[in-house]
């Protein structure tokens, strides 16, 4: 079975830009989180997603929002990009969105904000 | 608030030695804990987990993990490691009690090196 994907691996945005990741999880599973992981900051949790509803948001700004489609996978979206927002964003999905369930986790995508 | 500590920074441990990754957890309720992997440039890969049961979880790559309730924690161990074991190692909890749904709460991370 694939494991998640995400696209772009890599991405160099200027200040101001915005941008959109792409999450396709693990065939069969419909939750899907989002993680920022950042060498100051370590792994901080974005958002989750279950049958393209919101289920948990983490404590970022509205210039981060996320959405899922019908099919599990998932998009997350960076606008008017700042300094710190360069980071590694990983993807994790799971069969539903239960605390006992294990979240298996993309490659993640790098972004660099110049 | 829920949280998860790993205490040391680094471990440095000689191949063919054991190896242990401390990890210290705070939760209300009850705790579902994990263990992850980083190689550098990668994703996180599942190690382990303890949701409820014997106290001793088995994990992937030989890996096995000791829950203990009444200190709150949940080291990683190893009973001989290897080179290729060199990575960034995480524990996360997570909290069913308080609808934390699939978030998980990481440690810092534990950088292990394992010389030959």
């Known amino acids: 079975k694939a494991g998640v994907t995400q696209t772009p691996r890599y991405l160099i945005k200027t200040r101001g830009q915005q941008v959109t990741l792409s999450c396709s999880p693990i065939s069969g599973h419909r939750s899907v989180s989002w993680y920022q992981q950042t060498p100051g900051q370590g792994l901080q949790f974005l958002f989750e997603y279950f049958s393209e509803t919101q289920r948990n948001k983490g404590n970022f700004p509205g210039r981060f929002s996320g959405r899922q489609f019908s099919n599990s996978r998932s998009e997350m979206n960076v606008s008017t990009l700042e300094l710190g927002d360069s980071a590694l964003y990983l993807c994790?999905?799971?069969?539903?969105?239960?605390?006992?369930?294990?979240?298996?986790f993309g490659p993640g995508t790098r972004l660099t904000v110049l | 608030a829920q949280s998860v500590a790993q205490p040391e920074d680094q471990v440095n441990v000689a191949e063919g030695n054991p190896l242990t990754v401390k990890c210290t957890y705070s939760?209300?309720?009850?705790?579902?804990l994990f263990w992850y992997v980083q190689y550098p440039n990668r994703g996180l890969q599942f190690l382990l987990k303890y949701i409820t049961g014997d106290n001793l979880v088995k994990g992937s790559y030989g890996f096995e993990a000791e829950f203990n309730k009444s200190q709150t924690s949940f080291h990683l161990k190893k009973p001989s490691a290897l080179v290729s074991d060199s990575a960034l190692y995480f524990c996360a909890v997570r909290d069913v009690g308080n609808n934390q749904g699939g978030k998980l709460i990481f440690g810092q991370g534990t950088e292990l090196s394992v010389k030959p």
């Open positions: 994790a999905s799971s069969l539903v969105a239960r605390g006992t369930d294990t979240q298996y």
């Open positions: 939760v209300s309720g009850n705790p579902y």
